[in-house]
């Protein structure tokens, strides 16, 4: 969990976080973007958390390392990373998590991630589930109304397993 005193600061990152921001640069490189340090930093505050981040959490969080941050830089670094797969909106929350498909994905620009995302209403972490069975069920019930699916992301509110457990 993301420490709510960390600040933008790459030497904050655990090791495993770093090496996911290693393998999105490199990612970034090979497809003409470049990872600036605003968007490393943005990608590593959201890798790092157990909960989606909102714009202006994170923004907090990096005015503590730069201080004339401010929204636009925010949500251009939001901007970026989404577009290049690296981060998935959450709509319901209006908040971010990391996505490391794209970086993991062997079959090219067409991997077609249909993300779900299940979503505890009492801790608020979200956990990305992708179930290829769903895929293939959205992906044909689309093809059955003559629409092409490029992507699809299921937002699922219930109770973790942990929360479970933790209420009678």
């Not at 709510?4 to 996911?20: I, P, W, Y």
């Not at 998590?97 to 970086?103: E, F, P």
């Not at 979503?119 to 093809?143: F, Y």
């Amino acid at each position: 969990m993301l420490d709510t005193t960390l600040v933008a600061d790459e030497k904050a990152f655990s090791g495993a976080v770093t090496l996911r921001l290693d393998q999105a640069d490199r990612y970034c490189t090979t497809h003409g973007a470049r990872l600036t340090e605003t968007r490393r930093q943005v990608l590593g505050l959201i890798l790092s958390s157990e909960k989606p981040l909102g714009a202006y959490d994170l923004l907090d969080h990096l005015r503590a390392y730069h201080r004339n941050a401010a929204p636009p830089t925010v949500y251009r670094a939001l901007e970026f990373l989404a577009e290049h797969g690296l981060i998935h909106k959450i709509e319901r929350l209006s908040a971010f998590v990391g996505c490391t498909h794209r970086l993991e994905c062997h079959h090219g620009e067409g991997c077609g991630h249909r993300a779900q995302f299940l979503i505890c209403r009492h801790c608020g972490v979200a956990r990305e589930l992708e179930d290829n069975a769903i895929g293939v069920a959205l992906t044909h019930a689309a093809s059955r109304a003559s629409f092409r699916m490029e992507t699809a992301t299921i937002e699922i509110e219930g109770i973790c397993a942990a929360c479970q457990d933790a209420v009678p």
